[in-house]
C-alpha cells in the first residue's frame, strides 16, 4: 500500500474554475502535512502546510481530517499561472526535533485552460 | 531567506565515473540536510538523511557505499554517486530543514541536479 496517495490526473479545467485536490495517507503516525507545487522539471516549492483546523491562503484552502487520514487543497478562481502538478506530502515528527524525510505523493496534474 | 543551492544544476558523464553534487543553504544554518530522487513521472523519493558532523541514514534499498554524502558544515552536505551507471540517471533534489524551526518541519528545496549517464 502506498504511504500517500493522490489522483494522478491530469485534471483540465477553465481558467476561473475551482477545482479541488484529494490525497490518502497511510502512516496514522504522520503529524505534519504540506502541499507542495512543483513546475516541470523544477523542485518543488512548499505552497502551504496543513492544519488540523484548515487553513486558508488566498484562493487556496487546504483541509485535514486525520481521522480519515485525508487531505484536500481546493483552490477557487483558477489562473492560467496555477498549472503545475500538486504534491500532496507527509512527515513524522519525532520527539526531540529529530527530523526525518518527507514522504511525497506522486502528484496531480494540473491544466487551466484560457 | 532560506535559500538552498546546488551545484551542478546538471551533468552529463560516463558510465564508470563519479559524479559530486553540492547541497548549499545559503542564508541559514542546516543541522539536517536531505537528499532525494526523482525518476520521470515519479514522486520524489527519500534516499538519505544528511546530519552535520555524524554518518547519513539511508533509506532501505539505498546503497550507501554508491552513493557516498558528506555533511562536513551546517552549510553544505555533498552527494557524490560512485561508479555512475545509466540507471542513475535521475533527478537529484536536495533540501535542508532549518536549525531551530517549527515543529511543522519544513523543508526548502534546492533547484535540483539533473544527472545523465551514458
Known amino acids: 500500500r502506498k504511504e500517500v496517495e493522490q489522483d494522478p490526473g491530469p485534471f483540465n479545467v477553465p481558467e476561473g474554475a475551482t477545482v479541488a485536490f484529494n490525497c490518502t495517507y497511510s502512516n496514522s503516525a504522520s503529524q505534519s502535512f504540506f502541499w507542495y507545487r512543483q513546475d516541470c522539471r523544477k523542485e518543488p516549492k512548499l505552497l502551504m502546510s496543513v492544519y488540523s483546523s484548515g487553513n486558508e491562503d488566498g484562493r487556496f484552502t487546504a483541509q485535514l481530517n486525520r481521522a480519515s487520514q485525508y487531505i484536500s487543497l481546493l483552490i477557487r478562481d483558477s489562473k492560467l499561472s496555477d498549472s503545475a502538478t500538486y504534491l500532496c506530502?507527509?512527515?513524522?515528527?519525532?520527539?526531540?526535533?529529530?527530523?526525518?524525510?518527507?514522504?511525497f505523493g506522486k502528484g496531480t496534474h494540473l491544466i487551466i485552460q484560457p | 531567506g532560506a535559500v538552498v543551492s546546488q551545484h551542478p544544476s546538471w551533468v552529463i558523464c560516463k558510465s564508470g565515473t563519479s559524479v559530486k553534487i553540492e547541497c548549499r543553504s545559503l542564508d541559514f544554518q542546516a543541522t539536517t540536510m536531505f537528499w532525494y530522487r526523482q525518476f520521470p513521472k515519479q514522486s520524489l523519493m527519500l534516499m538519505a538523511t544528511s546530519n552535520e558532523g555524524s554518518k547519513a541514514t539511508y533509506e532501505q534499498g539505498v546503497e550507501k557505499d554508491k552513493f557516498l554524502i558528506n555533511h562536513a558544515s551546517l552549510t553544505l552536505s555533498t552527494l557524490t554517486v560512485t561508479s555512475a551507471h545509466p540507471e542513475d540517471s535521475s533527478f537529484y533534489i536536495c533540501?535542508?530543514?532549518?536549525?531551530?524551526?517549527?515543529?511543522?518541519?519544513?523543508?526548502?528545496f534546492g533547484p535540483g541536479t539533473r544527472l545523465t549517464v551514458l
Open positions: 533540501s535542508a530543514r532549518l536549525r531551530g524551526g517549527s515543529s511543522y518541519n519544513e523543508q526548502f
Open positions: 506530502v507527509v512527515n513524522i515528527d519525532y520527539p526531540g526535533g529529530g527530523a526525518d524525510g518527507l514522504t
